[in-house]
């Protein structure tokens, strides 16, 4: 039987030409993602949905009846309800590994950037007050030989650490399970606690994925538990850190700096965070490189096709 695909979102031009012609593609080449009728609409009669994490992929949409395979263009896919899939049969795969190094080089951008005041920099340095060098002017925060925490210390959370030993730092992490001692020594990462993580660090960042359980991870309490003068740096998703608590940590000064790519209600941003100097933020372009973007095309058109061919995907989510 002919095969139909809906992509909710343009994807990299490269990954739509390794589609056969046997396989029908609707595509929404606007910028704007599908709202949720017309995304209900046009998956009628589909058998897979290329999607993105804008589209929130819940029960209604994976009752689309003949609906096989929901291939998210993401390593995080909070946007679907899988354990619903998982009940309808149908296979959801994500991306992971092909954004892995992107990302990790995108949280240490944002942490050097928040430690060294890059942003804070580049405005006085374009605002026509610079007058004369000067001694005191935007002193920062050293990164070399200071402590990193790493909160989630799956593929990014590695990477990062990877990037650590070049800058001679102490590598502290928390993950729900602990590493194989030959990664943890190839790293030269220190299992802790949660608590000890944000106590004794000078960066922590964080690399976990987004479910009920780290949902507020980064709370209040939180917050108060690390050093004034640490910097957080979330480049995971923004439900995982409370957002107005942290505009009042960061305003509070009871830590230093941030770095943020991901927001609590996208694209919105907490106005507590917006007249702020201390925190850097970004649009969510953490994985958002050329090579990285048709690579993850790639893989998600390659992962939607292999279900529709009857074979298991590259990715799958378990
Ligand atoms: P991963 O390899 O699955 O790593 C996530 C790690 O977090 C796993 O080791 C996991 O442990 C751990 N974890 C889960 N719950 C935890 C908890 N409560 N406390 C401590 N650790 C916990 O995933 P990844 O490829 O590194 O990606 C991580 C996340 O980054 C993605 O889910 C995505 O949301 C985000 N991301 C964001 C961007 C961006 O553009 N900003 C780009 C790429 C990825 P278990 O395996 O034992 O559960």
């Known amino acids: ?32 993602p ?6 209900l609409a046009r998956l009628r009669g589909k058998q897979g949905l290329i999607c993105q994490i804008t589209d929130t992929v819940d029960d209604e949409v994976l009752a689309t009846p003949g609906l096989q395979v929901v291939s998210n263009v993401a390593v995080g896919y909070n946007n679907i309800d899988v354990d619903a899939a998982r009940r309808r049969g149908v296979v959801v795969t994500n991306t992971p590994d092909v954004l892995t190094e992107t990302t990790a080089d995108f949280a240490w951008a944002l942490l050097m950037a928040a ?18 060098w000067q001694w005191d002017l935007l002193w920062g925060a050293d990164v070399h030989a200071k402590t990193l ?16 030993l070049g800058f001679g730092m102490r590598v502290l992490y928390h993950d729900t399970v602990r590493s194989a001692p030959e990664v943890e020594r190839e790293l030269k990462a220190t299992y802790v606690d949660k608590d000890t993580l944000l106590r ?22 939180a917050l108060r538990g690390m ?10 998703r923004g439900p995982i850190v409370d957002e107005a608590a942290l505009a009042r940590a960061l305003s509070e000064r009871w830590i230093a700096a941030a770095g943020l790519d991901v927001f609590e209600e996208e694209p919105k941003i907490h106005p507590g965070l917006l007249p702020l100097t201390n925190v850097v933020m970004a649009p969510h372009i953490a ?9 993850m095309s790639t893989l998600a058109v390659k992962n939607c096709l292999a279900v529709l061919d009857g074979k298991a995907p590259l990715t799958p989510v378990t």
């Open 287 to 295: 994985s958002a490189s050329l090579d990285t973007r048709v690579a």
């Open 115 to 132: 430690a060294r005041r890059v942003v804070e920099a580049d405005r006085y340095a374009r605002s026509g007050e610079w007058k004369a």
């Open 200 to 221: 004794e660090a000078d960066f922590v960042s964080l690399h976990v994925l987004l479910s009920a359980e780290t949902r507020h991870l980064i709370d209040e309490r």
């Open 1 to 32: 039987m002919a095969k139909s695909v809906l992509i909710s979102r343009g994807l990299s031009p490269e990954a739509l030409t390794i589609i056969p012609r046997d396989v029908t593609v609707d595509l929404n080449g606007h910028e704007q």
């Open 227 to 236: 050093k004034r003068t640490a910097v957080l740096v979330n480049a995971a």
């Open 149 to 164: 925490g790493i909160v989630g210390f799956g593929r990014i959370g590695r990477a990062v650490a990877r990037r650590a």
């Open 34 to 39: 599908l709202s949720r009728q017309e995304l």
